[in-house]
């Protein structure tokens, strides 16, 4: 068993972004820029937001963040959006999810312009990845190919289960999975026999939202394990989705919880940034 460091590949993506985005603004005097609204006071929301404008300073962008209080109205979200799309200083723009209950939220990710949608929830860019032509991707699914990338899995004619449907995750891990001729199969709670079916999978990647869920006998021997999970586990300790301990016995490559795909997750957040404002030039 070998752990896939999403940390350490992490660090290596951004160090490299950093030197193409100062040699962005030394031969086009363009800096990326990235924009993060935020409403509301939730405490989980707060941390991710300070990650990711941590990461996009160290990469040398225009970074801000446009903190809202919990009573803004939809209408008042959807002015500043529409002003945002228009600022040619912002290459990239991203709402923090949940919003408060009386916020529509596919109304706000639909009024952000899909050029400038670097999380890639918008329908539009959801339809190019369904298409064959991604432009934007949600950030979770494409660090996943980068980390199965730099491990030189081998996707052509494997198989793989990926366990969870979201937009987020789920529906376009699925479609690169496929894009990468990989056979892919999704499976979600609703899915009979769900350990049988893992058993066969060559790589596995687990998003379903349960501490633990996955353990050593879903898992075929020499399987790749991706865990997408970020759960607290029955002692308050950080866990996965997978039962690292058990799964890793089996396992030929592992990700673990914490220090696996998140860290994978805001770089290549920053990774479309950086492309979205190399596309403003072209």
């Given at each position: 068993?070998?752990?896939?460091?999403?940390?350490?590949?992490?660090?290596?993506?951004?160090?490299?972004?950093?030197?193409?985005?100062?040699?962005?603004?030394?031969?086009?005097?363009?800096?990326?820029g990235?924009?993060?609204?935020?409403?509301?006071?939730?405490?989980?929301?707060?941390?991710?937001?300070?990650?990711?404008e941590?990461?996009?300073?160290?990469?040398?962008f225009?970074?801000?963040?446009?903190?809202?209080?919990?009573?803004?109205?939809?209408?008042?979200?959807?002015?500043?959006?529409?002003?945002?799309?228009?600022?040619?200083a912002?290459?990239?723009?991203?709402?923090?999810?949940?919003?408060?209950?009386?916020?529509?939220?596919?109304?706000?990710?639909?009024?952000?312009?899909?050029?400038?949608d670097?999380?890639?929830?918008?329908?539009?860019?959801?339809?190019?990845?369904?298409?064959?032509?991604?432009?934007?991707?949600?950030?979770?699914p494409?660090?996943?190919?980068?980390?199965?990338?730099?491990?030189?899995?081998?996707?052509?004619?494997?198989?793989?289960l990926?366990?969870?449907?979201?937009?987020?995750?789920?529906?376009?891990?699925?479609?690169?999975?496929?894009?990468?001729?990989?056979?892919?199969?999704?499976?979600?709670?609703?899915?009979?026999?769900?350990?049988?079916?893992?058993?066969?999978?060559?790589?596995?990647?687990?998003?379903?939202?349960?501490?633990?869920?996955?353990?050593?006998?879903?898992?075929?021997?020499?399987?790749?394990?991706?865990?997408?999970?970020?759960?607290?586990?029955?002692?308050?300790?950080?866990?996965?989705?997978?039962?690292?301990?058990?799964?890793?016995?089996?396992?030929?490559?592992?990700?673990?919880?914490?220090?696996?795909?998140?860290?994978?997750?805001?770089?290549?957040?920053?990774?479309?940034?950086?492309?979205?404002?190399?596309?403003?030039?072209?």
């Amino acid at each position: 068993m070998r752990i896939m460091d999403g940390k350490a590949l992490a660090t290596k993506m951004q160090a490299d972004l950093a030197q193409k985005t100062a040699q962005l603004k030394a031969e086009h005097g363009v800096r990326p820029g990235l924009l993060v609204i935020l409403v509301g006071e939730d405490s989980a929301s707060q941390v991710y937001v300070r990650n990711k404008e941590r990461s996009a300073l160290a990469a040398g962008f225009k970074s801000q963040v446009v903190r809202l209080p919990e009573t803004v109205t939809e209408a008042e979200l959807l002015r500043k959006i529409a002003a945002y799309n228009q600022d040619p200083a912002w290459h990239g723009i991203l709402v923090q999810l949940p919003l408060p209950k009386h916020i529509n939220e596919e109304k706000v990710l639909l009024a952000i312009s899909p050029e400038k949608d670097v999380d890639g929830f918008h329908p539009t860019n959801m339809g190019k990845l369904w298409s064959g032509h991604p432009v934007m991707i949600p950030s979770t699914p494409a660090g996943i190919m980068e980390l199965l990338k730099a491990y030189e899995v081998e996707l052509v004619g494997k198989r793989a289960l990926v366990i969870g449907r979201s937009n987020i995750v789920g529906k376009p891990m699925a479609q690169l999975l496929m894009d990468a001729h990989a056979t892919v199969t999704i499976g979600h709670s609703r899915t009979q026999d769900l350990k049988a079916l893992a058993r066969q999978a060559d790589i596995l990647v687990v998003a379903i939202g349960q501490a633990k869920f996955v353990t050593r006998d879903f898992v075929k021997e020499g399987a790749v394990v991706i865990d997408v999970g970020m759960n607290r586990d029955d002692n308050g300790k950080l866990c996965g989705d997978v039962d690292f301990e058990s799964v890793s016995e089996v396992a030929s490559l592992i990700t673990p919880v914490p220090g696996g795909v998140g860290p994978m997750t805001i770089t290549m957040l920053m990774e479309q940034t950086y492309q979205a404002a190399l596309r403003s030039i072209r």
